[in-house]
């Protein structure tokens, strides 16, 4: 297939995922290989995309990013995990933290012990067993090199790209503003170069397609083809406002169901950003508006705006010379923060597959098997939510819960049922206390459960629980207030 040396990687598109992009092979590979960038500031970003999840660290660290300073530089708060407000039934909130819950032994995890102690009495919630939950629930947060808080951020994502610009520039990225008018192919279908309106000419010998939604290279140009999820996630559209704050921030997001959709609210330094994902077939545009407006506090900073999507993915990520990252390779709404990670996923496997010798068919399956993986995980992750609900008030709700679901999800939904049993694939975003929580939280009570820790006593259970709850109350009560936290943790050094 193809021979040549990957010397000159070309990357169109300045988003999130265009300069996530480019800041990583920058750092990584700016000694080995060229790296080129063009955006147009005429098409603009899709400007949303504020809320992480933790192993945006991990990518942080890899390229050496120092916190303090990205998080001055984005206006970032701290993020603990998220709180669901109306989506087992009307009413219901329960906390999807982000840190480890309890402890569980070597054969069973800790929902086990959990529900042997709620057999005999002991109701506290299961959230009251996990350090994050507990610090959310008091607005408390802190890191340390003493406790081993579990963490991501909420973020400005405009500032954030020109966060990683100024980063990828200095690294030795090469940018090129102006509007790609035409993709030019070599006999193979390969891309040669992208012709922009002024007529610049910019050759490359692989290309990744961050154009976002319009998938200019991977689709437009070379046709893949896309997965539709639509019967699965049916919202097609979201609205985003950006509020002024009415009070100091928490470190989490809350994700309130309506009655065919969801909003969200993420709080960063300066303001609040907000918004309603639904589901067109069952609320208009205008309600949808009007909705999201008449619950959100605070001034609105800008003019709400209306954006479509296709839940899904497409067939392929890597095709040919090309390979998909951010909107451009599909889409997963914003529930659970998972597109930024998905993309910086995507760019870490490639440095690590890199074809400095040729691409060859191998690596273009390997590639797409792993990254078609991981969107599959993430997307039984977030039908879950939808389809364990006990709501019965509006046609969206009872569509959701009694539509048919990948076997992939119901075999986990029966595992956790029947015997309370919850498993990882490989290529796993979240943990499992993750689908744990969601599932408690959505009003699943297994059947039955294991039976390792019918054997202790009463009162080592009961005692057993009490010390892990007390032992992070106490965690708890020493933090610092969040708001005041990151005030003191992101003044700027003089
Ligand atoms: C409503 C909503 C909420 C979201 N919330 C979250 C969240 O909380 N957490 C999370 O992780 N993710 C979230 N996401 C996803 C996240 O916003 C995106 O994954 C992320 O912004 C990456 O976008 P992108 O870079 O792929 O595309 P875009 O931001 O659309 O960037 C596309 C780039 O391509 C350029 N371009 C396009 N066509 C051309 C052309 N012809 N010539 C030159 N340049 C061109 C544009 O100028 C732009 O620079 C959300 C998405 C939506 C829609």
Redesign the pocket.
């Known amino acids: 297939m193809h021979s040549n040396k990957i010397k000159k990687v070309v990357i169109?598109?300045?988003?999130?995922?265009?300069w996530v992009a480019a800041a990583a092979l920058s750092k990584q590979l700016g000694k080995l290989i060229d790296v080129t960038l063009?955006?147009?500031?005429?098409?603009?970003?899709?400007?949303?995309?504020?809320?992480?999840i933790p192993p945006m660290r991990v990518f942080h660290s890899l390229l050496g990013i120092d916190e303090q300073e990205f998080m001055r530089a984005t206006e970032a708060t701290f993020k603990l995990g998220i709180s669901f407000k109306n989506w087992g039934q009307i009413g219901d909130q329960y906390f999807h933290p982000f840190g480890t819950t309890g402890q569980g032994s070597f054969l069973a995890e800790f929902q086990h012990f959990y529900l042997h102690g709620k057999s005999r009495g002991v109701n506290s919630p299961f959230s009251e067993y996990c350090l994050e939950a507990q610090a959310a629930k008091s607005n408390k947060f802190a890191t340390s090199k003493t406790n081993s808080i579990n963490y991501a951020y909420h973020l400005d994502?405009t500032r954030y790209a020109h966060y990683l610009r100024k980063f990828s520039e200095a690294r030795g990225l090469v940018r090129i503003e102006?509007?790609?008018?035409h993709v030019q192919q070599h006999a193979n279908n390969d891309i040669k170069a992208l012709i922009?309106e002024s007529g610049q000419i910019i050759e490359g010998d692989l290309f990744i397609d961050?154009?976002?939604?319009?998938a200019?290279l991977i689709e437009k140009t070379l046709k893949i083809g896309y997965e539709d999820w639509t019967h699965w996630l049916p919202c097609d559209s979201?609205i985003?406002v950006q509020t002024a704050s009415v009070g100091p921030a928490v470190p989490y997001v809350t994700c309130t169901a309506h009655s065919a959709g969801w909003q969200?609210h993420?709080p960063l330094q300066h303001r609040v950003g907000n918004?309603l994902?639904y589901c067109s077939e069952f609320m208009s545009d205008d309600d949808a508006k009007q909705t999201l407006l008449k619950n959100i506090n605070g001034k609105t900073l800008t003019e709400p705006r209306t954006?479509k999507?296709k839940t899904g993915r497409r067939k392929a990520f890597w095709s040919n010379n090309c390979i998909a990252?951010?909107?451009?390779s599909g889409?997963v709404?914003?529930l659970e923060?998972?597109?930024?990670?998905l993309?910086m996923n995507g760019i870490v496997r490639l440095m690590k597959m890199f074809p400095f010798n040729g691409i060859n068919p191998e690596l273009i399956a390997e590639y797409n098997k792993q990254s078609i993986d991981e969107i599959e995980n993430v997307r039984d992750f977030i039908i879950l939510h939808y389809h364990v609900t006990t709501r019965d008030d509006s046609e969206f709700w009872r569509y959701c819960k009694n539509m048919s679901i990948p076997d992939s999800l119901s075999h986990r939904i029966e595992m956790f049922k029947e015997n309370a049993t919850v498993f990882l694939n490989d290529r796993e975003m979240f943990r499992l206390e993750s689908w744990t929580h969601v599932m408690f939280g959505q009003g699943i009570t297994p059947r039955s459960y294991h039976a390792i820790f019918s054997t202790m006593a009463d009162t080592e259970l009961t005692a057993h629980l009490a010390n892990i709850r007390s032992t992070i109350a106490s965690v708890v009560n020493k933090l610092p207030n969040h708001a005041e936290f990151v005030q003191h943790y992101c003044k700027a050094v003089e």
């Open positions: 169109a598109g300045g988003g999130t995922a265009g063009v955006e147009s500031d005429q098409i603009g970003t899709v400007g949303v995309g504020e809320a992480t994502a102006g509007k790609i008018q922009l961050c154009t976002g939604f319009l200019l979201a985003p969200w993420i918004g994902v954006i999507y990252l951010g909107l451009s889409f709404e914003p923060s998972t597109s930024i990670y993309f």
